[in-house]
């Protein structure tokens, strides 16, 4: 609330031969198809472990279902962590909360991670086919409020009510909020009120390549 940063989120980009910068959005899903995923998201975690091990800076790493579901990912995640001993500055944020068939096998990651020191946020909540039973099953340290809410809450009543009652909701389960796209001011000051306990967006920064 106070403008200081907390924490970071790391980021997969390409970028092209003339330097352009290149959103996941154009190619994770050729990456899966082309099995090339899965060591894309291990450069990912190493780059991101081995920053942390030199800042001791708190970053949050999405990982996908698939990532969790993934026995090989999953060791290769636990062994780094042990090997490093940067538990405690990593935040494994979990992607695709629609696509969970197995809430055993995402409780039982999230209760290793969380022994050895790690916390857990839920993305985009608020979209998709969100809700609050999902959130007991799993219970968070973080719930990241979907940007599709938080980026016209200036001027949508609905919006405002739905990221209200979310706050709300996460606030009597000791569970910390984190408003995703705050673009301007008006949306900062109206989340402050909300009681919102962290803010993400282009008003505080655009990404950078680096800390």
């Known amino acids: 609330k106070d403008k200081n940063i907390i924490k970071y989120e790391s980021l997969m980009r390409l ?26 998201m291990k450069m990912i975690i190493e780059k991101t472990f081995n920053t942390i091990k030199e800042t001791k800076k708190d970053i949050t790493i999405n990982l996908s279902i698939q ?3 993934n026995k090989n990912m999953v060791d290769y995640i636990k062994t780094q962590l042990l090997e490093l001993n940067i538990a405690k500055n990593v935040i494994f944020e979990i992607t695709e ?17 969380k022994k050895l020191g790690c916390r857990i946020a839920i993305d985009d909540f608020g979209s998709g086919y969100s809700n609050f039973s999902y959130i007991l099953k799993l219970q968070p340290d973080f719930l990241k409020i979907d940007g599709s809410l938080i980026k016209d809450i200036h001027k949508d009543e609905n919006a405002f009510i739905i990221t ?3 706050a709300k909701f996460a606030q009597e389960l ?20 909300l009681n919102i306990d962290c803010f993400q967006g282009f008003y505080f920064s655009e990404p950078k390549e680096t800390l």
């Open 174 to 193: 000791g569970i910390q909020t984190i408003a995703e796209y705050v673009h301007n001011e008006e949306v900062f000051e109206i989340l402050k009120k």
């Open 15 to 40: 970028i092209d031969s003339e330097g352009k910068v290149i959103s996941p959005f154009f190619f994770l899903e050729i990456s899966k198809k082309a099995k090339f995923y899965t060591s894309m």
């Open 164 to 166: 209200k009652t979310i």
């Open 97 to 113: 909360s629609e696509s969970i068939n197995d809430y055993d096998k995402v409780h039982n990651f999230i209760i290793e991670v």
């Open 67 to 69: 990532d969790i579901y």
